[in-house]
């Protein structure tokens, strides 16, 4: 069993920054992907980054410049550094892991708000 705990989700106002972490643990074997995934009021999951173990990473259009992913693989853990945030950047952020094993884990999700 793998267990995803998500932290560092917030109220800001518009232009202001905050750092999500996903903290990985249990039966991991070795972790491929990790990103971060979001879902807004009344809109589908989507994508946000993703980043491979060797660092590679790839983002949504609507967050290229403004948000960063990182990953620690030495702790498991991945990282999404959110800089001018938006308010349509406001939805519940969920991390998402494939290991090797191609099995896929979900986190508990952490609430970001951005006022305007």
């Known amino acids: 069993q793998v267990q995803l705990v998500e932290s560092g989700g917030g109220v800001v106002q518009a232009g202001g920054s905050l750092r999500l972490s996903c903290a990985a643990s249990?039966?991991?074997?070795?972790?491929?992907?990790m990103a971060w995934y979001r879902q807004g009021p009344g809109k589908q999951r989507e994508l946000v980054a993703d980043?491979?173990?060797?660092?590679?990473?790839k983002y949504a259009d609507s967050v290229k410049g403004r948000l960063t992913i990182s990953r620690d693989n030495a702790k498991n853990t991945v990282y999404l550094q959110m800089n001018s945030l938006k308010p349509e950047d406001t939805a519940v952020y969920y991390c998402?892991?494939?290991?090797?094993?191609?099995?896929?884990?979900w986190g508990q999700g952490t609430q970001v708000t951005v006022s305007s």
């Open positions: 249990g039966s991991l074997f070795s972790i491929n992907n």
């Open positions: 980043i491979t173990r060797g660092g590679t990473t």
């Open positions: 998402y892991v494939i290991n090797s094993a191609g099995s896929r884990y």
